[in-house]
């Protein structure tokens, strides 16, 4: 549960000495964790010590305003991309701000920050975009699929799966995020381990309510070739749950296989049509 979760979180705080401690004040878990910490917040809203301010996200990059506790305001900007990226930076940031760290010389430090790979990966550009991402819970699908429908595409194709011998109460989860975020959705195998990829996508689609925005494709190259082949100019293509593996693991057995280099391999071929 979220109430255990948090209580192993809260372990980082009671059980360990430490200088400074920053948490996401937005939060109500944060919220709780500041109050018996005395820990300092950031986020957006104004009874937060550290304060994000008009923030921008777009395919190339993001940047943002950060208020601090002496009523300073730095802007930051990276090539990291997604909104979730914005409170991932503005916290560590607050942290070392927090520790005593320059703040022009973290202004620097973000500004050549490299792309995580398989994290919000943007493999195609033209005629319509690619990204890959390693999101395979349901809390990490809608931080990934919100921070897509905020960059205001025609339309929005997901194509994920689930992991086989792991926890199956998250595949419906997972399949309403992906519907209540997604135009299309097109359900595939991840890494089925010893499971049948059918009855994963089974699992996946108790979570589903409009069956009509779905496809099932189990083969994870014929299913993003499929996306690809769909897709049209200003469209978003998200390709989750593998990230920067390079293999898929079924039955016993790891087969090479990475979604980035699958990508480029079928928009090749299909631009020779």
Known sequence: TMENYFLAKRL??????????????????????????????????????????KKEVTLRGLSFELSTPKGEVF???????????????A??????????????ELQRVCQNLPQ???RFEIVAEKPFTVIVDYAHTPDAMEKLLKAVVNLKPRRVITVFGAGGNR???KRPLMGAVAERFSDLVILTSDNP????????????????????????????????????KLAKEGDIVVIAGKGHE????????????????????????????
């Open 12 to 53: 980082l705080f009671s059980e360990y000495t430490y200088k400074a401690g920053v948490v996401n004040g937005d939060d109500l878990y944060g919220r709780r964790l500041a109050k018996e910490f005395s820990l300092q917040s950031f986020g957006t809203e104004s009874d937060n010590d550290y304060r994000i301010l």
């Open 75 to 89: 802007r930051f900007s990276s090539n990291l991309r997604g909104e979730f990226q914005v409170f991932n930076l």
């Open 91 to 104: 916290g560590v940031i607050s942290l070392l701000l927090t520790l005593g760290f320059s703040a022009k």
């Open 116 to 118: 995580i790979p398989g």
């Open 167 to 169: 926890d199956r109460n």
């Open 193 to 228: 381990r010893f499971e049948e990829p059918s009855e994963i996508i089974e699992d996946i689609l108790k979570g589903i309510g409009d069956r009509s925005k779905v496809k099932i494709q189990p083969d994870r190259k014929e299913a993003i070739n499929l996306a690809l």
């Open 246 to 273: 390079d293999y898929q693991e079924i039955k016993g057995v790891k087969y090479p296989f990475d979604d980035r280099k699958v990508v480029l391999e079928l928009l090749s071929n299909l631009q020779k049509g």
